[in-house]
Nanobody, 121 residues
Framework: QVQLVESGGGLVQAGGSLRLSCAAS????????MGWFRQSPGKEREGKER?????????????TYADSVKGRFTISRDNAKNTVYLQMNSLKPEDTAVYYC?????????WGQGTQVTVSS
């Protein structure tokens, strides 16, 4: 059974930092593009889909970021530990959301349960 378990969320002041982790089990993460998405309460009520934040290729050689987080967030992975990370610096109140880890390839797409990040102004 595939499981993605996020951790590292919490409450932080604007300008602060957090590091999210996503531990994968039941799959070999080195075969998957790993990524982070987020959803804020307001957008969930509006019925909008989760917002892409960043992803990283199976070998870690390619990373992609949403324009809203470029230069502030860094995604990385440790395939030996089946874990992907999201280092978030210079956090803003608009970064407040539930952050979800994803693992996808051509055959499947898996999601974690999410971890709450709250940035106070």
């Amino acid at each position: 059974q595939v499981q993605l378990v996020e951790s590292g969320g919490g409450l932080v002041q604007a300008g602060g930092s957090l590091r999210l982790s996503c531990a994968a089990s039941g799959l070999f993460s080195s075969y998957y593009v790993m990524g982070w998405f987020r959803q804020s309460p307001g957008k969930e009520r509006e019925g909008k889909e989760r917002e892409f934040v960043a992803d990283i290729s199976p070998t870690g050689g390619r990373t992609t970021y949403a324009d809203s987080v470029k230069g502030r967030f860094t995604i990385s992975r440790d395939n030996a530990k089946n874990t992907v990370y999201l280092q978030m610096n210079s956090l803003k109140p608009e970064d407040t959301a539930v952050y979800y880890c994803s693992a996808r390839n051509s055959a499947s797409n898996h999601w974690g349960q999410g971890t709450q990040v709250t940035v106070s102004s």
